[in-house]
């Protein structure tokens, strides 16, 4: 598989209707920003149509203004038979300087789909860096701490 389907960007900025009433950019619109660089990136690698299966540790670590340059990176860090754990890191800052800061991330789970729906494999990502390597493992605590919790929920009901 070609490393260069395995990341994408997208690069923008945020406008006046991402608003929130704090007038800061929405924490709703970023995470509708993350899911769909998330789903471009699975796209992208499994050359199919994905579906978001769960989102895990998403963090805002600060604001993004209005008016402000956003870049989100998405990348495999993990894939199974059939689902790809992407990791989306979002900087932002002045366009007007080079100065982007951290300002979120989360990790995403989709499943690729056939024609008809179902679940299909997908091309496996290998690891080679340490970097790498550490996010796949990242990934693989998300992946179970979300099936986790989610058997608890089932339990406690
Ligand atoms: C995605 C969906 C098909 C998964 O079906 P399921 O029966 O719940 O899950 P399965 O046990 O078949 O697992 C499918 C894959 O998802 C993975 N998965 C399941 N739960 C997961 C979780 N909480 N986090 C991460 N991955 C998860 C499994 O490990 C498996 O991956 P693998 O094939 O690589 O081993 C189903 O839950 C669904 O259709 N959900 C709705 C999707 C949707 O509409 N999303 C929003 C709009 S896009």
């Known amino acids: 598989m070609e490393q260069s389907k395995r990341e994408l960007n997208f690069q923008f900025l945020a406008e006046p209707t991402d608003v929130n009433f704090g007038g800061k950019v929405h924490g709703g619109a970023v995470m509708k920003w993350m899911d ?3 789903y471009a990136c699975a796209a992208q690698w499994s050359g199919r149509y994905c579906v978001t299966v769960s989102v895990g540790g998403i963090r805002f670590f600060r604001p993004i203004l209005v008016g402000q340059m ?3 990176n998405a990348k495999v860090v993990y894939t199974g038979r059939s689902s790809m754990h992407i990791y ?3 900087k932002s800052g002045d366009p007007k300087d ?3 800061v951290d300002t979120g991330s ?3 789970s989709f499943v690729a789909n056939d024609a008809s729906g179902y679940p299909v494999e997908v091309p496996c990502w290998i690891p080679q860096t340490k970097e790498d390597i550490a996010l796949e ?3 693989k605590k998300a992946k179970e701490f979300s099936q986790q919790l989610e058997a608890d ?4 009901k």
């Open 98 to 100: 080079s100065n982007m």
């Open 88 to 90: 989306i890191g979002v």
């Open 106 to 108: 989360c990790i995403i």
């Open 70 to 72: 956003v870049i989100l």
């Open 137 to 139: 493992i990242y990934a």
């Open 153 to 156: 929920l089932l339990a406690a």
């Open 36 to 38: 769909q660089a998330g």
